[in-house]
């Protein structure tokens, strides 16, 4: 089965500064998709980032990038900058491949806070 | 503006009771899942659709059952079956494989 570990269960950032979230994932597919939700106060799941597989490049999304290390399986979110608003829970997520519904496999989380 | 909206915000249950929650898009997906998450947790898969008049089973589906009549609407009901149903209920939609983007959920509290 596959499966995502977050080990960081909180962080904390000071405003300004770079932060890195882990996520270490577990799979026997070639082919698949990692994402990385923001989880607010409010509950919604906000979508951050993705990177595929087959992906050369690591995925960037202004402050957002992912240092995607395929040989290793991990693919660490990196929030640069950090601001007050930040302050969440973040998930790290893969995707199932099409015989499974393409569903998303979530890790436990991780709660950033970022201090002023 | 197109998006998912999930209703009620909070709802209430009552021992023996069925209820159900409301999922609606207007992103023209054709996939929409519904996941459960508990305090703390990440979210767990209940049931997902791909199409039209199909759905199957997620990895926590007992005491839920869902319907997907229509393109934009994936309803989920809480059935009496399901003996721990507090929890925060999220709903989402894609376009087949691509990003899920979800809804605001629902707080289902038990009386």
């Known amino acids: 089965a596959q499966k995502i570990t977050q080990t960081q269960p909180g962080m904390f950032v000071q405003e300004k500064e770079a932060v890195t979230l882990d996520c270490t994932y577990d799979?026997?597919?070639?082919?698949?998709?990692l994402f990385w939700y923001k989880q607010p106060s409010s509950g919604e799941m906000i979508f951050l980032i993705y990177?595929?597989?087959?992906?050369?490049q690591n995925a960037t999304e202004g402050r957002y990038s992912l240092n995607f290390q395929k040989a290793r399986k991990s693919a660490n979110l990196v929030i640069s900058a950090s601001q007050l608003g930040d302050s969440a829970m973040y998930f790290c997520?893969?995707?199932?491949?099409?015989?499974?519904?393409?569903?998303?496999?979530f890790g436990a989380g991780t709660i950033l806070r970022v201090k002023s | 503006d197109g998006g998912i909206t999930q209703s009620p915000k909070y709802l209430f249950r009552k021992e023996g009771q069925n209820v159900t929650l409301s999922c609606e898009q207007n992103?023209?997906?054709?996939?929409m899942y519904w996941y459960r998450q508990d305090p703390g947790q990440g979210l767990r898969l209940i049931y997902y659709?791909?199409?039209?008049?199909?759905?199957q089973k997620g990895d926590i589906a007992e005491g839920y059952s869902v319907s997907r009549e229509k393109k934009e609407s994936f309803p989920l009901t809480v059935t009496s079956a399901q003996k721990n149903p507090t929890a925060f209920y999220l709903c989402?939609?894609?376009?087949?494989?691509?990003?899920?983007?979800f809804g605001p959920g629902t707080r289902l509290l038990v009386l």
């Open positions: 989402a939609s894609s376009i087949g494989g691509a990003t899920q983007y």
């Open positions: 992103l023209n997906h054709d996939a």
């Open positions: 799979t026997s597919d070639q082919s698949y998709g």
């Open positions: 997520a893969m995707r199932e491949g099409a015989e499974y519904g393409n569903k998303l496999v």
């Open positions: 990177q595929g597989s087959y992906d050369e």
């Open positions: 659709s791909q199409i039209v008049n199909d759905f």
